[in-house]
C-alpha cells in the first residue's frame, strides 16, 4: 500500500466500558458485556464509512485484578457483537499501564495511557488512518484528551460517568450526546463538511 494515497480512511475510535458496552469495572467475563443503548444503530449507520478501533485503559493488569492474557475472551466477544450486525472492529488497542500499579512491569508513566493519545496514534500508523477524518467518543474528559491530542474531533458520552471534570486545554468536547445512536448521526450529518 501507498502510503500517500492510503492515509485518507477516517475510523471511529470508542471507548470501552461506559461508552460502547456497560461499565463493569474490571469486567474480563464474556457473558456480562452488552452494548450501550443506542450501539447497534450506530454501527448500522457508520459501518459504510469508517473503520471500528477500541481504545481502552485497563489498569486492572497493572494492579494485578487480572492477566492480559485474560483480554482475549472479552476482545473476542467484542469482535463477535460487532459482526452480529454486520459490521467489524477492525483493532481493539489497550493499556496495561497504571503509575500506582501492584505489578512491576506494568507500574510505571506511559503515553498509551488515556488521556495520553499514543494508542490512537499507533492504531493510525498500523491501519493507514487518518486522525483528522476520525472520531474519539469517549464518557469521560480522558477520552475526549486523547482524541484531541490525536487530531481527531471528540464526542463526549454524556451519561454520569465523568467525576472530575478537571479542565484543560484538550478536554473540551466537539459534541456532547446521550447515547452512541445519536453520536452517530451528529458524525454522518458531518461527513459534508471539509477537513
Not at 463493569?24 to 471500528?52: C, H, M, V, W
Not at 485484578?65 to 476482545?75: H, T
Not at 488512518?129 to 486523547?146: H, K, P, Q, R
Amino acid at each position: 500500500m501507498a502510503i500517500g494515497t492510503e492515509f485518507h480512511k477516517g475510523a471511529i475510535f470508542f471507548d470501552k466500558d461506559g461508552t460502547l458496552v456497560e461499565n463493569i469495572p474490571y469486567n474480563i467475563d464474556p457473558n456480562k458485556i452488552s452494548f450501550t443503548p443506542g450501539t447497534d444503530r450506530a454501527l448500522a449507520l457508520l459501518k459504510e464509512f469508517y473503520q471500528f478501533h477500541v481504545v481502552s485503559n485497563q489498569a486492572g493488569i497493572a494492579l494485578g485484578m487480572f492477566e492480559e492474557e485474560d483480554l482475549a475472551p472479552v476482545k473476542k466477544r467484542i469482535r463477535e457483537m460487532f459482526s452480529e450486525f454486520g459490521a467489524e472492529l477492525k483493532d481493539f488497542h489497550y493499556c496495561p499501564h497504571h503509575p500506582e500499579g501492584n505489578i512491576s512491569s506494568y507500574t510505571f508513566e506511559c503515553d498509551c495511557r488515556k488521556p495520553g493519545s499514543l494508542m490512537l496514534e499507533t492504531a493510525a500508523q498500523i491501519h493507514y488512518i487518518n486522525l483528522n477524518a476520525s472520531w474519539m467518543i469517549g464518557d469521560i474528559l480522558d477520552d475526549v484528551e486523547a482524541g484531541k491530542r490525536a487530531g481527531c474531533r471528540t464526542i463526549f458520552l454524556d451519561v454520569g460517568n465523568e467525576t472530575e471534570w478537571l479542565p484543560g486545554e484538550f478536554r473540551v468536547p466537539d459534541y456532547i450526546v446521550n447515547n452512541l445512536e445519536e453520536a452517530a448521526l451528529l458524525i454522518l450529518s458531518n461527513r459534508s463538511i471539509k477537513i
